[in-house]
């Protein structure tokens, strides 16, 4: 006989073995079933917010370097400055670095706008022109401010999407006139709508020129941050780099002073996302182990019903062993019959897990995604599962002695 027959003789032997007990069959692979569709889910959502999250990370804008005020590292005594950045510093980066980088000068605030009797507040955003190329945020309608307009203060603005919508519910806002923190502001463009970050609120921003912003709204001559973006990634660390030797330069450091007390510190937006990655991870890993639980518990119930089928088959395990079946043989039908309930199971669970999935990737706020990787891990871990508890009722079963099992019987 090959082995294929073989196997094929065993798995059918199982499946008539099982469908005797149906109805105790199916419930004890139904533990096994939601224990396969709770791992698969709980990945799956893991991997759609990672992708969510990591998309709207990359809306803001790709292979960023973003310079902010302070040291990286705080200790006593020492007190991290929100003012050591300046216009200057930014211009330095652009006229040395040229072509390789655009650089976005940055100032924020939050406002009153006003249009009529409507009011809102919003974040501001003082940026220079180059913001938009950097940022990766476009206009829908209308259209960005130049660096003239920037340079001679022109009351010029961009509403996020939400924003306009809100103050212009049932008017085209391009060229209408807003008050911004008193001051009357022309409209000359609405952005794309990006939709809500949860930290961060894009469509409900307002952007004005940068010098408009620190010297009229703000009040303030320093900037909250610098924006690089570096147009090769294979360049991130070297440009890096040159920015701290750059700043340096600019602000008389010392060449011997750590870099971890510096007077600025740089945030690499591909560190972010690894950061942000290890986290992902470490609690999807948490959510898998929670949901293996149930999987350890369908292992139990399958543990049952083997056990149960043995003691009411005493007597064909002797009549078995009565006619030449080994030891052996009885261990590989019952631990099949094992595996056969745990992988119709997982089976089940693959699909349960697939429907789930989409019904929430449709109906609620989370975004799913499934990887082949969460099916064999689920897949993976029932078989195991099928193995370690159906172990102990096979080894049993393949121990009984013909005559005293016949005797039972």
Not at 165 to 187: A, C, T, Y
Not at 290 to 305: E, F, Q, T, W
Request: aromatic share 8%.
């Amino acid at each position: 006989m090959s082995r294929l027959s073989y196997l094929y003789m065993q798995l059918e032997s199982a499946w008539l073995s099982l469908y005797t007990v149906r109805f105790r069959s199916l419930l004890a692979g139904l533990g096994i079933t939601i224990g396969v569709a709770a791992v698969i889910l709980v990945i799956a959502v893991g991997e759609g917010s990672r992708k969510k999250i990591l998309d709207q990370i990359q809306s803001l804008g790709s292979n960023l370097l973003v310079v902010n005020p302070g040291p990286s590292k705080i200790s006593p005594g020492i007190t991290a400055s929100a003012t050591t950045l300046k216009l200057a510093d930014a211009e330095a980066l652009e006229q040395k670095l040229g072509r390789k980088v655009i650089v976005s000068p940055e100032v924020y605030g939050q406002v009153l706008v006003a249009k009529g009797n409507l009011a809102r507040n919003a974040p501001l955003m003082g940026v220079a022109a180059d913001f938009f190329r950097a940022r990766n945020f476009y206009p829908g309608q209308g259209r960005t401010f130049n660096q003239s307009e920037d340079k001679s203060m022109r009351k010029v603005c961009l509403l996020g999407f939400g924003l306009a919508s809100e103050l212009f519910p049932r008017q085209q806002p391009v060229d209408k006139k807003v008050r911004i923190h008193g001051m009357e502001f022309q409209v000359i463009g609405v952005l794309e709508p990006k939709g809500d970050f949860g930290w961060f609120h894009p469509d409900q921003l307002v952007l004005v020129p940068l010098r408009v912003a620190q010297r009229q709204i703000l009040g303030i001559d320093y900037l909250n941050s610098i924006v690089v973006k570096v147009l090769s990634r294979e360049q991130m660390q070297e440009l890096s780099e040159d920015i701290v030797r750059i700043l340096r330069a600019q602000h008389r450091l010392s060449p011997r002073l750590s870099k971890d007390w510096l007077d600025f510190n740089i945030i690499s937006q591909s560190e972010l996302i690894k950061a942000f990655n290890k986290v992902n991870r470490t609690f999807t890993s948490l959510l898998v182990s929670i949901a293996v639980i149930s999987l350890l518990v369908g292992g139990i119930g399958i543990m049952n019903i083997m056990l149960a089928n043995l003691s009411e088959r005493t007597g064909e395990i002797g009549i078995r062993k009565a006619v030449g079946a080994t030891r052996v043989d009885i261990l590989e039908q019952f631990l099949f019959e094992a595996l056969t309930l745990t992988m119709t199971g997982a089976g089940m669970g693959i699909l349960l897990g697939f429907g789930v999935s989409a019904l929430l990737d449709k109906l609620s706020p989370w975004q799913t995604l499934i990887s082949g990787w969460s099916v064999l891990v689920a897949a993976g871990f029932a078989a195991a599962v099928g193995l370690i508890f159906g172990i102990y009722p096979a080894w049993r079963a393949s121990g009984l002695d013909p005559i005293e099992a016949l005797r039972r019987e």
